[in-house]
């Protein structure tokens, strides 16, 4: 247990970034969802304006730290490539 004064302002900031983390990541999958979903309609219009709009989320995590950066370009070239193959 946090017993100086520096570890219970730690422990305390630690909680908070925890939480904004946890949405940023969330806000980010949600993201990445309607891509996938947008690929499996078929529909490549809608598919690459969910990708546009997933990427500078993506980007925002990688800058936040929530993601790493080649974890983060993995993906989005995962996608793209998806995207690109759709008719």
Do not use: C, H
């Not at 219970?8 to 949405?23: D, G, M, P, S, V």
């Amino acid at each position: 247990m946090a017993n100086s004064p520096q570890a219970k302002k730690r422990a305390r900031q630690n909680a908070r970034r925890l939480e904004i983390n946890k949405a940023r990541r969330s806000r980010i999958r949600t993201q990445l969802r309607k891509v996938e979903e947008a690929i499996a309609s078929g529909d490549k219009d809608v598919a690459s304006a969910a990708l546009r709009a997933a990427q500078p989320e993506l980007m925002r995590g990688v800058a936040k730290g929530v993601f790493y950066k080649n974890t983060a370009a993995r993906k989005m070239s995962r996608l793209s490539s998806r995207v690109k193959a759709l008719g």
